[in-house]
């Protein structure tokens, strides 16, 4: 290859080997070696180990945010260094001898809070709140100087995305509820964000594998993913009890990318062929519904499922639709893939639901319970309860079928431009065709 005959041909090129590296490092589970092999493609099952699409890009782009050469200090300019060479378990423990120096120095010499003395690795709601374990002993200076708490805030997201890039996912999570403990509630939200996206695709990843292993044979990375990994939203939304801002906030980045995810793979399903990735046919969403139902806490569902039976997102009007680089580019636009998405996850839904309303009517349900009870378990409310009520039922129903008339319609309109095209097209060679028989 020649060299880069501009700063930005070699900047380009350099971005481009980066961003491989990091693909082959930290979402192919055979790093690469299929493909180096000249095998023409790969895809799930054969060796991913990370949700295809989603949780690598969302890595790599919260990465990209921070380790950037304009840092503001040189300690700091020396850790993206780090990073920049893949050095990343350096970077980390580099992350938290910095900010242990600056709280340090920002407490002035008086010992510090207890809240900041939390094992990174762990994570427990209920932690004692008073006596000397209690968070009036000590000093926090996060919590009196801006420019501080700004600065380890944003030192301890690019930590927790590099945690997730080395699969250390629940102490990432762990890491900023700790913090935020640390942190008045109006400061909390960057860190409860981020807190709940990690964990959400780290559960998306879980739930994943857990609907893979049950309909594919499973290979033995599947199944650690599957069931060895912890899930973390339970706790995330656990942390945020009682604060209905941050709850609302956070259930409306998980349901973004649940119906982020559902198209993505839908999408995938096409384009690959692969029924695997295919949200009609796999245990995925079921399973997710499932989870989201009654694993996380019921704020959560409430939520959730408000935004799941929005209304349809209306189309843009011929103004917006003008300056909507999207149509440009021939994409399909953002209202059309939300009701593609949401209308998936409902069928999904609305299926599970009168599934177990037909296992209460039929006892299904009473023989689960008395199994459970005999053999010394406890049930839980998803062995026994109604996922929706009857009024839950004929809203999701309704929203389905509105989303679903978007869609079509969306189809046929698509279908029509097409077809006018075509015929434009063709009328356009007619006379062109008359000129080279008289010639």
Same mark, same amino acid.
């Given at each position: 290859?020649?060299?880069?005959?501009?700063?930005?041909? @070699?900047?380009?090129?350099e971005?481009?080997? @980066?961003?491989?590296?990091?693909?082959?490092?930290?979402?192919c589970?055979?790093?690469?070696?299929?493909?180096?092999?000249?095998?023409?493609?790969?895809?799930?099952?054969?060796?991913?180990t990370?949700?295809?699409?989603?949780?690598g890009?969302?890595?790599?782009?919260?990465?990209?945010?921070?380790?950037?050469?304009?840092?503001?200090?040189?300690?700091?300019?020396?850790?993206?260094?780090?990073a920049?060479?893949?050095?990343?378990?350096?970077?980390?423990?580099?992350?938290?001898?910095?900010?242990?120096?600056?709280?340090?120095?920002?407490a002035?010499?008086?010992?510090?809070?207890?809240?900041?003395l939390?094992?990174?690795?762990?994570?427990?709601?209920?932690?004692?709140?008073?006596?000397?374990?209690s968070?009036a002993e000590? =000093?926090?200076?996060?919590r009196t100087?801006?420019?501080?708490?700004?600065?380890?805030?944003s030192?301890?997201?690019?930590r927790?995305?590099?945690?997730?890039?080395?699969?250390?996912?629940?102490?990432a999570?762990?890491?900023?509820?700790?913090?935020?403990?640390?942190l008045?509630?109006?400061? @909390?939200?960057r860190?409860?964000?981020?807190?709940?996206?990690?964990?959400?695709?780290?559960?998306?990843?879980?739930?994943?594998?857990?609907?893979?292993?049950?309909?594919?044979?499973?290979?033995?990375?599947?199944?650690?993913?599957?069931?060895?990994?912890?899930?973390? #939203?339970?706790?995330v939304?656990?942390?945020?009890?009682?604060?209905?801002y941050h709850?609302?906030?956070?259930?409306?980045?998980?349901?973004?990318k649940?119906? /982020?995810?559902?198209?993505?793979?839908?999408?995938?399903?096409?384009?690959?062929?692969?029924? /695997?990735?295919?949200?009609?046919?796999? #245990?995925?969403?079921?399973?997710?519904?499932?989870y989201?139902?009654?694993?996380?806490?019921?704020?959560?569902?409430?939520?959730?499922?408000?935004?799941?039976c929005?209304?349809? =997102?209306?189309?843009? /009007?011929?103004t917006?639709e003008?300056?909507?680089?999207?149509?440009?580019?021939g994409?399909?636009?953002?209202y059309?893939?939300?009701?593609?998405g949401?209308?998936m996850?409902?069928?999904?839904?609305?299926?599970?639901?009168d *599934?177990?309303?037909?296992?209460?009517d039929?006892?299904?349900?009473?023989?689960?319970?008395?199994?459970?009870?005999?053999?010394?378990?406890?049930?839980?409310?998803?062995?026994?309860? =109604?996922?929706? *009520?009857?009024?839950? /039922?004929?809203?999701?129903?309704?929203?389905?079928?509105?989303?679903?008339? =978007?869609?079509?319609?969306?189809?046929?309109?698509?279908?029509?431009?097409?077809?006018?095209?075509?015929?434009?097209?063709?009328?356009?060679?007619?006379?062109?065709?008359?000129?080279?028989?008289?010639?």
């Amino acid at each position: 290859m020649e060299p880069a005959a501009t700063a930005a041909e @070699r900047e380009r090129r350099e971005f481009i080997t @980066r961003g491989t590296i990091f693909d082959l490092k930290y979402r192919c589970g055979a790093e690469g070696r299929c493909t180096c092999a000249g095998a023409p493609s790969c895809r799930f099952p054969s060796c991913f180990t990370l949700r295809p699409i989603i949780k690598g890009a969302e890595i790599q782009a919260e990465r990209n945010q921070y380790e950037v050469e304009d840092a503001p200090t040189a300690s700091i300019r020396a850790l993206v260094e780090l990073a920049k060479h893949e050095k990343l378990e350096e970077t980390v423990k580099g992350i938290q001898h910095l900010v242990h120096s600056l709280v340090t120095t920002g407490a002035k010499g008086a010992p510090l809070a207890s809240e900041l003395l939390e094992k990174e690795t762990e994570f427990t709601v209920g932690r004692p709140v008073q006596g000397s374990d209690s968070a009036a002993e000590g =000093v926090n200076p996060l919590r009196t100087d801006e420019a501080l708490r700004e600065e380890v805030i944003s030192l301890y997201l690019w930590r927790a995305s590099l945690l997730v890039c080395l699969r250390r996912d629940e102490e990432a999570v762990n890491s900023l509820l700790n913090l935020s403990r640390s942190l008045e509630q109006k400061h @909390r939200t960057r860190l409860l964000a981020a807190a709940t996206t990690w964990g959400c695709l780290s559960d998306m990843e879980i739930i994943y594998y857990r609907s893979l292993v049950k309909q594919y044979q499973p290979f033995p990375l599947s199944e650690t993913i599957a069931y060895d990994i912890p899930l973390l #939203l339970p706790r995330v939304f656990d942390f945020m009890k009682g604060d209905d801002y941050h709850i609302e906030y956070c259930v409306h980045l998980v349901f973004s990318k649940e119906v /982020t995810a559902t198209v993505s793979r839908a999408q995938a399903a096409q384009q690959h062929h692969d029924v /695997t990735e295919d949200p009609m046919r796999s #245990l995925c969403i079921p399973m997710s519904m499932q989870y989201y139902r009654f694993r996380i806490s019921t704020e959560f569902w409430k939520h959730f499922l408000s935004l799941l039976c929005m209304p349809p =997102v209306p189309p843009p /009007t011929e103004t917006e639709e003008k300056r909507n680089v999207a149509v440009e580019l021939g994409l399909t636009p953002n209202y059309v893939l939300d009701a593609v998405g949401r209308s998936m996850l409902l069928h999904h839904l609305v299926i599970y639901a009168d *599934t177990r309303q037909k296992e209460i009517d039929n006892n299904v349900v009473q023989e689960r319970v008395t199994h459970l009870e005999a053999t010394g378990k406890r049930p839980e409310p998803g062995d026994y309860d =109604v996922v929706l *009520t009857a009024g839950e /039922t004929r809203v999701a129903v309704g929203r389905m079928r509105q989303l679903l008339v =978007v869609v079509k319609t969306y189809e046929e309109k698509e279908a029509a431009r097409v077809e006018g095209a075509t015929t434009s097209t063709a009328m356009g060679a007619e006379p062109e065709k008359e000129q080279l028989k008289k010639d």
